[in-house]
């Protein structure tokens, strides 16, 4: 190969002379790129420092401080009294495919997220600009894994009183959302030897997910309207289980008093842990909401809540309650997951908290989400009058299963076709399931948006 | 139980007419906090709500209400024809140990961290403002977990120019800190089979925690000053390695280039994976920064970086690049481990690179950090005269290694009440060693606090 050398130099290196770049770079970058592209093949000999620098018209010492650079890097090998050639190690890199384009369809009923039109983004500036204002040094080293303990101390608060969780700030450790909230429970049971644990089926795949990374085997028991049938979870010998009794995902049971009950027996009578997943807890529309499971059994109980159901899934911010016997796992696992959460995401949530802030946006939400529920509701009995409604007592999403005679999956793709998307309850089940239905996340969406999207279902139905 | 009954509910609810709490609320929280504490018992009997209600001056339908809730939520328990008891599942918390006051040294040698008082504020708070006045609804949602197009895209570019790394956008996956880094590709390396891995001995312990935390078997692998011993990798039979090639940590020494053709070598002959730590790179003091070792074989390696040592591990902004091999595994874990980055942090870093204040802070930090390193090798050479030095060309530490004669835990003790904290290599250290010597961060501290804690050391050193 080393007839190669016989190209000119200038077809390899294109020198740009008014560049900010120094020269001696633009020969590194230009070797580089000529070496991983294989311009420059394993073992081909390379012009000497003289000839390359009298082609380019620089000075050699130019060309000799660029070679050692790639021989420093390994592109380059040199051999005393030999010539200088290409290494064998680099390993060019194939093409990548394009990056996809995200497509978005007119009237998306996706459920899982809140209306980010509302979001108070000008409180949150002001909370972000007095977090600004005051920032120094201090907070921008490594910080406690756990977080700050100003966020902390707020939560704790806001979660006594809210959700009547039974917390101080040393209990919290403040997460990445929901996701590293399910996934630190996670490691927090495996340190605790647990290897299997229980979840609910339907539910969200998601979850399983990240309880499968975090090393568990997860164990379906069935959910109804009661939420998870606890004399099903009794017989499956696990230590744990994960659940949402506020607003079950996606069959939309609250957990039932009597369940509750039967739960918490389980857990003190079998040494069980109940990691409470708090989703979808801050609106409920046929009641007062009612406060976390966790409030009964702080010792026995995982709490797992964040700010991406009532405020925004990008700011990713969650928080894991965790009681005594599992606090120092919690801390340990979130050290060694990454370490703690940004400084100035979680000065900001203090700030906002303690303005009160984040209690004004639930209280005015809570009209627009039950019009919004009232909207689908009304459109559903009036479109598809057969289906049956489940869940719509609380959350952001609610259950329609479908008689036995509508194929869903054509459904889907006819209510697609005009520009309406629709999730079918099979994306959630884990295992085989009886029901069938669709899956309808009503908070993004305005009343109109919610009536024109269901009017298009109910004309693919009939068709 | 039953006679507690016979306690005056007044002293059970005390009720604050003037509060914004409505009264129910104030109820529903007395009744918490007193079965959580004990004052009210399993099984113990409450007042009828007719009492209650009487005692307190309120209609009863308030007190209705509130029995209601913590029926619901499960703190009380109705019996048909009964009088309403407390649950016997409600399981008290113990009170928390009060949490630690920090401690700081005077003079503190700890590595790991740049000078943050010399973070950019005034440019970050520009790109943050800029990011804020731009910031709409689009952002707030669930985004793509590989992080937001824009900073991937503003550092690759950052990454090939600066860092010599062969990279497209797409080839990023957004991280929190070189923590997370390592953990993802930790998650990585289990999702394709591997079980055991090389580690440098000695090493940071972080990162033998972090990849067990994920699931692997570390084995340790000496370093020397030129970086990791590939002969005694070779022998090993692991499928993958962990690495700093431009600054080892804490041995400091660089990759030397006969060692980057052996590993990459290795890597071809075993398919073996490089999970690259491209630690402390950017500050080299005596040559021109030599690229990553990434470039060389981009499908063979994992690299990891943040911008911990740049600017602050406050931020907790890093970066995985994962070759088409690992890049679908890569994406899937970060999705699982929590579902991506906060968007806001990520817009800043993207505006910052693109205004090309990442680069002026790293240039502007160069002449401080080798004026601070020249003047801790000169305080050794005064105090410490019998010591050697290793791995001062590059980074933000450096080792020192004492002479047989020396006590370090003594020594450590000592400085410790001069007010000067110091840190044994003994913590880096898997397994046996035959080294001891001291580990110091130089980074922090001003040219003068150098001086005066090493004059301290060597005080230490002489008593």
Chains 1, 2 share one sequence.
Not at 111 to 123: N, S, T, Y
Not at 162 to 173: E, F, H, K, L
Not at 412 to 433: F, I
């Amino acid at each position: 190969m080393a007839e190669r050398t016989s190209r000119r130099p200038e077809l390899l290196v294109r020198l740009a002379r008014g560049s900010s770049e120094p020269l001696r770079q633009q020969i590194e970058r230009a070797f580089r790129e000529a070496i991983r592209s294989q311009r420059l093949g394993p073992g081909c000999a390379v012009p000497s420092t003289r000839t390359l620098a009298s082609d380019l018209g620089l000075s050699r010492g130019v060309v000799v401080q660029a070679y050692d650079q790639l021989i420093a890097e390994g592109y380059l090998l040199s051999t005393p009294g030999a010539p200088t050639r290409v290494s064998g190690a680099v390993r060019a890199p194939a093409p990548e495919p394009p990056e996809p384009e995200p497509r978005s369809a007119e009237i998306d009923f996706r459920p899982g997220e809140p209306d980010l039109r509302a979001f108070p983004l000008e409180a949150w500036r002001r909370s972000l600009r007095a977090v600004l204002s005051d920032l120094d040094h201090r907070w921008l080293g490594y910080n406690d894994p756990r977080g700050l303990a100003g966020l902390r101390t707020a939560l704790a608060t806001y979660l006594a009183r809210a959700r009547g969780v039974a917390v101080s700030a040393q209990n919290i450790v403040i997460c990445n959302g929901c996701a590293q909230g399910l996934s630190m429970a996670g490691h927090v049971l495996r340190r605790q030897g647990v290897r299997r644990v229980a979840i609910e089926a339907p539910g969200h795949p998601d979850i399983r997910h990240i309880l499968a990374e975090a090393g568990l085997e997860c164990v379906p028991v069935p959910v109804d309207d009661e939420g998870l049938r606890v004399s099903d979870l009794e017989p499956q010998r696990v230590r744990a289980v994960v659940l949402s009794p506020a607003h079950q995902n996606p069959v939309g049971g609250v957990l039932a008093p009597h369940r509750r009950q039967q739960l918490l027996a389980w857990a003190s009578q079998s040494a069980g842990v109940i990691v409470e997943d708090d989703y979808d807890a801050e609106y409920r529309y046929d009641r007062v909401g009612v406060g976390a499971l966790q409030g009964l059994a702080p010792e026995r109980v995982l709490y797992v809540g964040s700010t991406s159901k009532i405020l925004a899934p990008a700011l990713r911010l969650g928080w894991l309650v965790a009681g005594r016997p599992f606090l120092e796992d919690a801390i340990e696992t979130k050290r060694r997951l990454d370490n703690g959460s940004p400084a100035i995401d979680q000065l900001t949530l203090a700030h906002f908290l303690d303005a009160g802030e984040l209690d004004r946006h639930i209280r005015r939400m809570r009209v627009p989400y039950q019009c919004r529920r009232d909207a689908l509701l009304a459109a559903i009995a009036r479109h598809c009058p057969r289906w049956r409604v489940r869940g719509a007592a609380a959350g952001l999403h609610l259950l329609a299963e479908s008689p036995a005679s509508v194929d869903i999956d054509r459904l889907v793709q006819r209510a697609a076709e005009a520009s309406v998307r629709l999730y079918p309850l099979s994306r959630y089940t884990v295992g085989a399931s009886r029901r069938a239905g669709l899956v309808f996340g009503y908070a993004r969406l305005t009343e109109r948006e919610i009536a024109e999207g269901m009017r298009r279902v109910g004309r693919a139905l009939r068709s």
